[in-house]
T-cell receptor
């Protein structure tokens, strides 16, 4: 079977750093991506990792370890507007689809 | 630059009624997708189309049909709506570019079946 595991909720303080983990078990793998979704909104793409290591985009970074089937999203200098749900997703190399995790709800305290 | 456009934004149906959700993209993408999102369940793939003229089942296809009318448009049809189909439906598109499947989503259709 195919599955992605990520925590359902994470709470952090404004200005702090938070890490959202994702482990996956899939039959095929091209890469791991992350999406952000605000309440009532549509998911929007944040980052993509095809190779092991860290990718940085402003305050957001994403990490992948293919040998461990593990990745994480790191958010720095948290702002209240970062309160949202974050989804990891695996691109399957057997066909043209991606598989989403169930999402992590990030709560930010002032 | 509209991106992915879904209509309608909201819909209420009675059990047994039928309807079609419309989706169009203007990014010249080959691949299009329909997802449903329920609380705590993430995004579940209903159907997808890797190119014009082809469609494939996703994780939860039962009760739905799709049509890839042309490269731009991909519609989702509920032939006989059931309360279990109450959900938020998202259409998405992407390039057919292995190793970088970045999906662009429409704003969603909020469907209630009574």
């Amino acid at each position: 079977g195919q599955s992605l595991e990520q925590p359902s909720e994470v709470t952090a303080v404004e200005g702090a750093i938070v890490q959202i983990n994702c482990t996956y078990q899939t039959s095929g793998f091209y890469g791991l991506s992350w999406y952000q979704q605000h309440d009532g909104g549509a998911p929007t793409f944040l980052s993509y990792n095809a190779l092991d290591g860290l990718e940085e985009t402003g305050r957001f970074s994403s990490f992948l370890s293919r040998s461990d089937s593990y990745g994480y999203l790191l958010l720095q200098e948290l702002q209240m507007k970062d309160s949202a749900s974050y989804f990891c997703a695996v691109e399957d190399d057997r066909d043209d689809k991606i598989i989403f995790g169930k999402g992590t709800r990030l709560h930010i305290l002032p | 630059n509209a991106g992915v456009t879904q209509t309608p934004k909201f819909q209420v149906l009675k059990t047994g009624q039928s309807m079609t959700l419309q989706c169009a993209q203007d990014m010249n993408h080959n691949s299009m997708y329909w997802y449903r999102q329920d609380p705590g369940m993430g995004l579940r793939l209903i159907y997808y189309s890797a190119s014009e003229g082809t469609t494939d089942k996703g994780e939860v296809p039962n009760g739905y049909n799709v049509s890839r009318l042309n490269k731009r448009e991909f519609s989702l049809r509920l032939e006989s709506a059931a309360p279990s189909q109450t959900s938020v439906y998202f259409c998405a598109s992407s390039k057919t570019d292995p190793g970088s499947n970045i999906q662009y989503f429409g704003a969603g259709t909020r469907l209630s079946v009574l």
